[in-house]
């Protein structure tokens, strides 16, 4: 199966640690895809355009090797998680467990949506950024946040499909880091583990996890031009055929 995915890793995918905590690692060809040169790169066009295979043009897409497509990264982890070849799932079972999981995965989701979309907002030339907008947006953060202390503090019973989501909206909260080099104009010095120590300790321990070390802060190595890209959505749709 292919990954279409952002080989930016500066902050955690939490698809790809669904994919190793299976042990999928060696079935999944990695395709680097650039969402964002689309409309960015000056020569670049429709260069690393996927939406043959996703309308939303959107990453992460997966493409099986039946040619069926799957996207948003929430049924991506799904999917992944139906297919572990490790016998760990990180989805539990109906129950309490499982919608305390899911919960925390849409929460961590949305903290991680809200929080690119401050970065693109922060991308605007200052007099254009809107100031309601970010006041709008941050509170849900802030909140966020709290909730996964009080998560945190309460422990978990394995490591689930919500953590894994937590991994990624944290690690991409390094605003310094991650596309954000403009001055947020509320919290231009936001520390998510400020006076939230059990998260601080709980994102500590888990970052040692092999699903995190396999990619976190590890440059992707191998062909990440368009065409490669190109020639793995024609391969896609031709086993659609
Ligand atoms: N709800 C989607 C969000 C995915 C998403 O927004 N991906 C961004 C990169 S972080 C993207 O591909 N953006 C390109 C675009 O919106 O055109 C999911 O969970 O998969």
Known sequence: MKLFYSPFHTFIHKV??????????????FVPTYPFKNRQGEDQGDAYSIAAL??????????????????GSQAVAECLDSMSRSGRHLYPANGPKRWDAITRLALADTMFENTVMLAMEGWLPEEQ?????????????????????????DGFDGF??????MLHAISY????????????????????FDKRPNLEAWWQDAIQRPSVTSHYNVDFEG??????LQQQVALTLEAQQ
Request: glycine share 6%; charged share 25%.
């Open 16 to 29: 790809l640690v669904t994919a190793h905590e299976g042990g999928l690692w060696q079935d999944i060809t």
């Open 223 to 228: 062909d990440d031009s368009a065409a490669y």
């Open 173 to 192: 909260m390094d605003f310094k880091v991650n596309f954000y080099d403009a001055k947020d104009p509320l919290y231009p010095e936001f520390d998510c």
């Open 129 to 153: 950024q809107r100031i309601d907008f970010f006041k709008w947006i941050w509170p849900k953060i802030i909140r966020g946040c709290d909730a996964l202390e009080v998560a945190c503090k």
């Open 160 to 165: 689930d499909i919500g953590q894994a989501a």
């Open 54 to 71: 996703n309308p939303l043009d959107k990453v992460p897409t997966l493409a099986l090797d039946s040619g069926q497509v799957v996207y």
